[in-house]
């Protein structure tokens, strides 16, 4: 199996050279556009890698899927859903038009930016920094990594230039959707997102919600099955933005992709992928990441429809 994840490596190397490195939060970048990698965790516990699997990355909006399945544990789904929608968008994702121009005014789906505001709103704590902990401990959980841990650098330069957030927070403050400190929420949207990874982590969490939930590692429940399948619902439906459509047609895995480069994709019952590659189209997914999981998903017929 390396060696077919090296030679689809290296048939695709030649897309890094398209698209570019997120720039509008600056210190991402830094990343090196020719770096590809990719790691696949499948049902067995086997572990698979090729290329840079321990370049780290930040997870960006692959923390979204996470948080939601946070969000969901913590509060009633009625509750839930009644702050945020089911519906893919079709608009970019820091989109904030259908903030004004949808009836209810409801941010369409929770991975979406205005969406993941929501959500990590719904994260329970006594205290910020209790709710911190328990987005972090979560995250390791899920990533089976106790070394998990927010990088500083991103999440300081992401706070500053993050003004485009900050006005989609106070929006959906005004509207409703979010209670509470908007810049206490917003600071712990910054840092679930500047969570550093690699792919052998977000393989991890694939392969997690992959297998409903419980961590093949040691039979831990981790989430609840229905959880685990709303989630996925959502990363097919609109884990890939504007791209989503297109996506489900060519490549057929519930998925969710970050600025910072990475793809995490679920294969139900079979395995988590992790692929890394910091070159973005303009809808904000890695081209040479993209073009990996089209092939591995024909290789291996891993299409779920
Ligand atoms: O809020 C933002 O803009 C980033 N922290 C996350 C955006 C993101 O990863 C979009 N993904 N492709």
């Known amino acids: 199996m390396e060696k077919t994840l090296k030679e689809i490596l290296n048939l695709n190397r030649k897309y890094t050279n398209y698209g570019q490195v997120a720039s509008y939060i600056p210190e991402l970048k830094n990343a090196k556009r020719d770096d590809l990698g990719i790691c696949i965790i499948d049902k067995d516990n086997n572990i698979y890698k090729?290329?840079?699997?321990?370049?780290?990355?930040?997870?960006?909006?692959?923390?979204?899927?996470?948080?939601?399945?946070?969000?969901?544990?913590?509060?009633?789904?009625?509750?839930?859903?009644?702050?945020?929608?089911?519906?893919?968008?079709?608009?970019?994702?820091?989109?904030?038009?259908?903030?004004e121009t949808n009836d209810s005014k409801k941010p369409s789906n929770p991975m979406i930016n205005a969406g993941a505001i929501v959500t990590t709103s719904l994260i329970k704590g006594a205290s910020v920094e209790e709710?911190?902990?328990?987005?972090?401990?979560?995250?390791?959980?899920?990533?089976?990594?106790?070394?998990?841990d927010i990088n500083y650098e991103v999440y300081k330069s992401e706070k500053t230039t993050g003004d485009r957030n900050r006005a989609m927070a106070y929006l959906l403050?005004?509207?409703?959707?979010?209670q509470g400190n908007v810049e206490e929420i917003l600071d712990l949207y910054f840092k679930q997102c500047s969570i550093e990874v690699d792919v052998v982590?977000?393989?991890?969490?694939?392969?997690?919600?992959?297998?409903?939930?419980?961590?093949?590692?040691?039979?831990?429940?981790?989430?609840?099955?229905?959880?685990?399948?709303?989630?996925?619902?959502?990363?097919?439906?609109?884990?890939?933005?504007?791209?989503s459509g297109e996506f489900a047609i060519k490549v057929g895995i519930p998925a969710k992709s970050g600025v910072g480069g990475g793809i995490m994709a679920s294969v139900p019952n079979s395995m988590g992928i992790g692929v890394y590659g910091p070159a973005l189209d303009k809808k904000g997914n890695s081209i040479a990441g993209v073009k990996v999981l089209e092939e591995?998903?024909?290789?291996?017929?891993?299409?779920i429809f």
Not at 173 to 178: E, I, P, R, S
Not at 219 to 241: A, D, H, P, Q, W
Not at 296 to 303: A, D, F, Q, T
């Open 173 to 178: 403050k005004n509207d409703g959707f979010v």
């Open 296 to 303: 591995l998903s024909h290789r291996y017929k891993l299409n």
């Open 201 to 243: 982590d977000l393989a991890r969490i694939g392969i997690n919600l992959a297998m409903y939930g419980v961590n093949i590692e040691n039979n831990e429940r981790l989430l609840s099955e229905r959880v685990s399948r709303m989630v996925k619902t959502f990363m097919i439906t609109c884990g890939m933005y504007d791209s």
């Open 50 to 99: 090729a290329g840079n699997c321990d370049t780290k990355f930040t997870i960006q909006s692959i923390s979204k899927p996470i948080v939601l399945a946070m969000a969901l544990m913590d509060n009633d789904w009625s509750y839930v859903f009644s702050k945020v929608g089911m519906e893919p968008s079709g608009d970019p994702f820091n989109s904030i038009m259908k903030l």
């Open 131 to 148: 709710k911190e902990e328990r987005m972090l401990k979560f995250f390791r959980k899920l990533a089976n990594n106790d070394t998990l």
